[in-house]
């Protein structure tokens, strides 16, 4: 049990285009979900934590405007970089929490932005 | 200032070379330790949740503890396919998880 799915699993994009990123819990309801971003060799950081049926907490520096997330229902969340820049390209991952803190995470998705 | 350390950064061992991996915490408050693997390219792995002192927990070669100031992922006669790096998070307010930066564990067949 606690599987979490992203999709897609890789992407590439031309600079200025909006690429959309999606994350399903499959076999359990999550009322939070999370967004993270992993650099090279480097642990992860928290984007922002998504709460289904209301607005995204975001963490300091993170620009709520070119990372949007949605949380439409207790199953998906999504995360919507907006006019993408090189800068942007990155493994974002995303996980739900379950029981009490325990947070199962998706696989990843590499984004690559030309 | 809260603070999760792991050491060391890097681990090679043998094949069947018993070990363990240190995460330290200088937290207030701690609400739960947990312990992910990961492996390259993908999303971390749960292993392991620590509520509290003296808590262990054990799943086929591997095994967690934890005391009032770190925990302990023991590696017990490690195979190569456990290679990857482990991560250490703590949870201290609301739901969100601070990471350690990990240990990349090698095992050399």
């Known amino acids: 049990g606690a599987v979490v799915s992203q999709h897609p699993s890789w992407v590439i994009c031309k600079s200025g285009t909006s690429v959309k990123i999606e994350c399903r819990s499959l076999?359990?309801?999550?009322?939070?979900m999370f967004w993270y971003r992993q650099f090279p060799k480097q642990s992860l950081m928290l984007m922002a934590t998504?709460?289904?049926?209301?607005?995204?907490?975001?963490e300091q520096g993170v620009e709520k405007d070119k990372f949007l997330i949605n949380h439409a229902s207790l199953t998906l969340s999504t995360l919507t970089v907006t006019s993408a820049h090189p800068e942007d390209s990155s493994f974002y991952i995303c996980?739900?929490?379950?029981?009490?803190?325990?947070?199962?995470f998706g696989p990843g998705t590499r984004l690559t932005v030309t | 200032e809260d603070q999760v350390t792991q050491s060391p950064e890097a681990l090679r061992l043998q094949e069947g070379e018993s070990s363990s991996l240190n995460c330290s915490y200088t937290?207030?408050?701690?609400?739960?330790l947990f312990w992910y693997r990961q492996d390259p390219g993908k999303g971390p792995e749960f292993l392991f949740t620590?509520?509290?002192a003296g808590e262990e927990k054990e799943k086929e070669r591997l095994k967690a503890t934890l005391t009032k100031k770190e925990s302990f992922l023991h590696i017990t006669a490690p195979k190569p396919e456990d290679s990857a790096t482990y991560l250490c998070?703590?949870?201290?307010?609301?739901?969100?998880?601070?990471f350690g930066t990990g240990t990349r564990l090698t095992i050399i067949p």
């Open positions: 996980s739900a929490r379950r029981l009490a803190y325990e947070q199962y």
């Open positions: 076999d359990f309801q999550a009322t939070t």
């Open positions: 998504s709460n289904e049926g209301s607005k995204a907490t975001y």
């Open positions: 937290v207030s408050g701690l609400r739960g």
């Open positions: 620590l509520y509290s």
């Open positions: 998070a703590v949870n201290i307010i609301s739901e969100k998880l601070t």
